[in-house]
């Protein structure tokens, strides 16, 4: 893995290389065997120009060792310029203390260089532990007057969502010589995360990005409970397209592992590969028959999806995922002019409900029976996404919520069951016993017993695994914070937006827009629902309207299958026919929607396994 990040980033044998979050040394050594591989042979010079850094005293020790070992027959006349030091204390040209390895009485004086590359499995930090003002602080000195990406309404502001990993590039730059090279393996979050758009901005404006390269056969680190991509991008600034690549093989089984020259040999071609698909005369590589600028080699061993700049700067205004990207730039260009943005105009989304004690708010449908609560203080309410059997439901629900907003004195006398029911949870206390249930709802309004619900006539939800739906009921409900809820306006068909949202059309948009989890889960939010484009309903005929909902009456009914199985329905099939019919696009695309869905949700929900 080290030597495939690392080695389209080191071009000659003479470059600096540095990994500032080195650890143990395991790209270091591959720096070492790569600077080899370009004709540098003299040890005591890769140990000069070789760096590495790391915050913990042990690691930094097993980095000296493991570069010494390259060649330890050897008398050295140098040290491994290994530092110990947090990544953001350090600086260009600092002059950083190591030991005389002729004398270790002695000491010798180094200036940390420009470097002409870096590459770097940065740590991965969970968010409530990164020191997000802290480092925010310290880009402001450094970045302020000329990095566009933080500055909004004349004021600098680093999104405090941003992963760790997004401040160790914004810090790598201040490293970099002009042209240099940073490679980086970092979760795929950011390619469709909120703070991702300041993140792609700020790579935009001061990088090339050479290649995005995610893998399809196998988990790169089984430990990890995010997926990982890596890039590799060229500091200055570009007009060059994008390579976003998909491997499609396991890398211990393709790279030779007992021979380290045939296997940078391997990892070279590899990216010479890369380079050529495109090219008309480069035989191994076929262009996809739907997409123009998608290639395959013709193994089916990688795929290449080029985007060109001004796409990927489109992309920040539009707030595209760049996750999309590995398949295509011009993933929906089919349907562009037949996609609008409902938010606000048609529906609102939000996410549901959280009630701070489900225990007294969320009541059975058996406690409802026994409870004496009057049915006026009961609202319709769905709990979990596995309630959601069929994509038309109603009446039969498992769930109400306690929804009460008058004062104790009237329950008492006019809704005896009410009282009683709130009289039985008044003085209860959570499950350590630190508080009572009127402590943790005292922000509740107007009394602690209160709820204010949205209601909503279609949900879906928040973590969708193999299951595509939105579900939706003519009269409102309200659900769980797990699910995300719509709200049709008063004007607006709910059934006929119901049937939009469930068409292939929009299942795929929400599968490309959503990020990955490692676990196989798609991870949305209401946000995403309200950026979501749908197809158009104002373009629709009457008559349109009549056979899409015809065609929908089935899928209303029957149980919600797996998409693999979904895809398959003759119910399902005649239904995606008749919408695509009514917008004027060629049925005949149907089956590459199908299979481009199906792939990307197996590939997902498979990857835990692999």
């Not at 997000?132 to 000329?146: I, M, P, S, W, Y």
């Not at 990095?147 to 990993?165: G, M, P, T, V, W």
């Not at 730059?173 to 980086?184: E, H, N, P, T, V």
């Not at 206390?429 to 922000?443: F, M, Y």
Request: net charge positive; hydrophobic share 35%; glycine share 4%.
């Amino acid at each position: 893995m080290a030597n495939l990040v690392s080695f389209p980033v080191i071009q000659t044998a003479n470059d600096f290389v540095l990994d500032p979050t080195s650890g143990t040394g395991t790209f270091l050594n591959s720096f070492y065997q790569i600077l080899n591989y370009h004709g540098n042979k003299d040890h005591v010079n890769l140990l000069n120009q070789i760096w590495g850094n790391d915050i913990s005293h042990f690691p930094a020790i097993l980095s000296v060792i493991n570069l010494y070992k390259q060649k330890i027959k050897n008398q050295t006349d140098n040290f491994p310029r290994v530092t110990r030091d947090d990544y953001f204390n350090l600086e260009p040209n600092m002059k950083v203390v190591f030991p005389d390895s002729n004398n270790y009485k002695n000491q010798i004086q180094q200036q940390i260089p420009l470097f002409n590359a870096i590459a770097s499995n940065f740590p991965f930090i969970q968010q409530e532990d990164i020191p997000n003002d802290v480092l925010t602080t310290f880009f402001r000195e450094k970045f302020e007057a000329k990095q566009k990406a933080f500055l909004k309404d004349r004021s600098f502001k680093i999104n405090e969502r941003s992963d760790y990993f997004t401040y160790c590039i914004y810090n790598s730059i201040r490293f970099l010589k002009k042209d240099g090279f940073l490679s980086a393996i970092t979760s795929n979050a950011w390619l469709g995360k909120e703070y991702g758009f300041q993140f792609k901005k700020f790579m935009l404006d001061n990088f090339h990005i050479k290649y995005i390269i995610r893998s399809n056969a196998e988990h790169w680190f089984s430990d990890s409970k995010v997926s990982t991509i890596f890039s590799v991008l060229q500091h200055g600034q570009s007009t060059e397209s994008t390579k976003f690549v998909t491997i499609n093989f396991k890398l211990a089984e393709t790279f030779n592992q007992d021979n380290i020259l045939i296997q940078l040999k391997e990892v070279e071609d590899f990216y010479t590969d890369i380079d050529n698909c495109n090219n008309p005369k480069h035989s191994g590589w076929k262009n996809d028959t739907t997409f123009h600028n998608l290639y395959h080699k013709t193994d089916n061993s990688i795929s290449v999806s080029i985007v060109s700049k001004e796409q990927l700067e489109n992309s920040l205004v539009e707030q595209k995922n760049w996750d999309t990207f590995f398949i295509s730039a011009d993933l929906l260009e089919k349907f562009d002019q037949q996609l609008i943005q409902l938010y606000p105009n048609i529906f609102t989304a939000f996410r549901g409900e959280r009630t701070g004690w489900n225990e007294m708010f969320v009541v059975s449908s058996k406690e409802v029976l026994t409870s004496g609560i009057e049915n006026i203080f009961l609202i319709p309410y769905v709990k979990s996404p596995t309630e959601l059997k069929a994509l038309g439901f109603g009446g039969n629900y498992k769930n109400y919520l306690f929804v009460c907003s008058l004062p104790l004195g009237k329950l008492k006398t006019n809704y005896p069951g009410a009282y009683k029911w709130i009289q039985r949870f008044e003085n209860k206390k959570n499950k350590n016993g630190s508080k009572t249930i009127q402590e943790t709802c005292k922000g509740h309004k107007p009394f602690w017993y209160s709820l204010r619900p949205k209601q909503a006539n279609i949900v879906t939800a928040i973590n969708p695994f193999e299951r595509f739906f939105f579900s939706f009921s003519e009269k409102p409900f309200t659900i769980d914070q797990r699910l995300i809820a719509i709200t049709v306006k008063s004007k607006s068909d709910v059934e006929l937006i119901a049937a939009l949202l469930n068409s292939i059309v929009t299942f795929l948009t929400v599968e490309m827009r959503g990020t990955s989890r490692n676990l196989g889960a798609l991870d949305l939010n209401a946000n995403y629902i309200k950026t979501l484009l749908v197809l158009n309903p104002a373009l629709l005929t009457v008559n349109s309207i009549k056979e899409i909902k015809k065609s929908f009456q089935p899928l209303k009914t029957r149980k919600i299958k797996p998409i693999f199985e979904e895809v398959k329905q003759p119910d399902r099939i005649n239904f995606d026919k008749t919408v695509l019919k009514a917008f004027g696009i060629n049925e005949s695309i149907l089956t590459s929607l199908y299979q481009l869905l199906s792939t990307a949700v197996r590939n997902r929900v498979t990857m835990k396994e692999r």
